[in-house]
């Protein structure tokens, strides 16, 4: 009886192995991959294209003058600096700026040729001068564009004694001088003032730059940071490098905006007429 009872016990088991098709698993596997590359690092004012200091008018006593590389609120107008290179290697944005300065119109001193001009941007090495510097010429040697002799004098008063007349002389500091066709007489004489509001104009004046908060379009502002507040210095045309923000290695991936105030020394019984000079922002 027990040995019958095993045996179908046993092909029980059988039958239900065999008959309820049981599945053994299979699989595949297909590999995945996405190449993301390299962007840029950039930067952009094209919402800040333009900052017009605040008109002053000509006064005895020193004055301030104020403006702004973007405008005063976190937002996206001002400096951007993105950075999509996606390598965590940090980057530094700095300023430089050149001197304001103004050349005025031309002025006929002595003679009838009123055919004299003076051009170029006047590049303010000079100085801030009392009375204000003026380029002079004076013609020594009579005749026409190209015979005729002149002598002139630079804003610090220095003579050069012997040039010849042409369409265009190189004088010093950015000016030219451009003799028209005409007869030139011995004695005929022209000028031209310029004048500068130095972003060097002393130890503690001259023009200080204030960077603003930063505002984070995209990434984070962890690592990233404004600079401080500086008065600008140097001793050439173009003044030293000023740090406006930075970011850390590791950090700013992403879109930043930052503005940056500004403040001018004006001398005292400076020129009237326009100044200008040129802020340049890099981010390397």
């Known amino acids: 009886m027990k040995k019958i009872l095993f045996s179908v016990l046993i092909f029980g088991l059988i039958g239900l192995i065999g008959g ?10 297909t590999p995945l991959d996405v190449t993301i590359t390299a962007g840029a690092l950039s930067i952009s ?23 702004t590389i973007g405008n005063t609120t976190a937002d996206t107008t001002g400096i951007e600096v993105t950075d999509t290179r996606g390598t965590g290697a940090g980057w530094s944005t700095v300023m430089t700026v050149t001197h304001l300065t103004t050349r005025a119109t031309q002025k006929t001193l002595a003679g009838l ?28 040697t009579g005749g026409a564009v190209g015979t005729a002799v002149f002598q002139w004098w630079d804003p610090a008063g220095n003579l050069t004694s012997t040039a010849t007349t042409s369409a265009s002389v190189v004088l010093s500091n950015g000016i030219t001088v451009n003799f028209a066709v005409a007869t030139y007489v011995v004695g005929d004489s022209w000028s031209a003032g310029v004048d500068v509001f130095p972003y060097n104009y002393s130890t503690t ?48 991936s992403g879109d930043y905006f930052i503005d940056v105030g500004l403040s001018q020394t004006i001398h005292p019984n400076s020129l009237s007429g326009s100044y200008a000079s040129t802020a340049t922002i890099t981010v390397s």
């Open 20 to 29: 309820s098709g049981v599945q053994i698993a299979r699989a595949v596997t």
């Open 205 to 252: 004046k001259g023009l200080t730059a204030t960077p603003s908060a930063i505002f984070v379009n995209s990434g984070v502002a962890t690592g990233v940071t404004a600079g401080s507040a500086e008065l600008m210095a140097g001793s050439a045309v173009t003044s030293n490098a000023k740090t406006v923000m930075t970011a850390a290695v590791n950090s700013g």
């Open 113 to 140: 040729n009123d055919t004299v001009t003076f051009t170029g941007t006047y590049d303010g090495l000079d100085g801030v001068l009392d009375p204000n510097g003026t380029f002079k010429a004076e013609i020594t």
């Open 45 to 67: 004012n094209s919402t800040a294209a333009t900052a017009s200091f605040v008109g002053k008018t000509v006064a005895i006593i020193e004055q301030t003058s104020t403006t």
